[in-house]
């Protein structure tokens, strides 16, 4: 499909070119945001008409994203969240949340102009472009971590992460499995048992042991004898 933007898309055009897009992008993008009309004789002639009206409006909003731009290139923003010892976020952070940030900092955006591909589900730090306006981009940076603290160690480059081997992973699922398959007070006495069999086998080959004393072996007294 052939269009006319009305104004400056990136990879695509400045305002006034008449372009060839797919028809999907066209149909779900560019007409119903405003961004572009149909190539069309009307729709030529029309956007002669709005040409003058067009390029006003989009210096007005060109001035306004700068100013925005002015507070927001370069900040940056910490969101805490809880994760795993891997750094595996149990959630996510997504465009709404930094919108939100943004706004309790005194600035607003829709949550469109955040160039964030997909949700944010580990720590760490991350770049996130703003398209403010098809002609100004900045962009900002978000720390996801579990605690202030953490997230000052991030700034600073240290990797927070728990990363463990294959030994101690093989470990850990042991104990998970034995925890799993005895009571704590049976676990509790296997654990003494096999320690008294350990103490065993680890006394030195052909050590002597005590032993008690002998009893005397019983027998039948002797009569005295009578004197004659």
């Known amino acids: 499909m052939e269009v006319i933007l009305l104004e ?14 797919k028809d999907g992008f066209a149909r779900n993008f560019l007409l119903p945001r405003g961004k572009a009309l149909r190539a069309t004789a009307d729709n030529k002639n029309r956007f002669e008409e709005m040409k003058t009206e067009l390029q006003t409006r989009n210096l007005e909003m060109k001035g306004e994203a700068g100013k925005l731009a002015g507070k ?9 969240r809880q994760a ?6 149990f959630g996510s952070v997504s465009t709404r949340d930094i919108a939100v940030l943004i706004k309790d ?4 955006i829709g949550r469109s102009q ?14 996130v472009p703003l398209a403010l306006h098809p ?18 160690r991030i700034a600073r480059g240290e990797d927070v992460t728990v990363r463990r081997t294959e030994a101690e992973e093989e470990a850990a699922a042991a104990a998970a499995a034995a925890e799993a398959m005895f009571e704590p ?44």
């Open 185 to 228: 007070e049976a676990a509790k006495a296997r654990g003494g048992r096999e320690e008294s069999e350990g103490a065993v086998a680890a006394a030195p080959a052909g050590a002597e042991t005590a032993e008690a004393p002998a009893k005397p072996a019983k027998g039948k007294r002797k009569k005295k004898s009578e004197d004659a």
């Open 84 to 89: 795993s010892e891997a750094g595996q976020l």
């Open 8 to 21: 400056r898309v990136g990879k695509l055009g400045q305002m006034g070119d008449v372009v060839r897009v």
């Open 135 to 152: 002609e100004v981009e900045v962009a900002i940076t978000v720390t996801v971590a579990r605690s202030a603290d953490e997230a000052q």
């Open 72 to 80: 927001l290139d370069g900040k940056s923003y910490v969101v805490l």
């Open 114 to 127: 955040l160039m964030l591909n997909a949700p944010i589900k580990t720590i760490g730090q991350y770049k």
């Open 105 to 108: 900092d005194g600035a607003e």
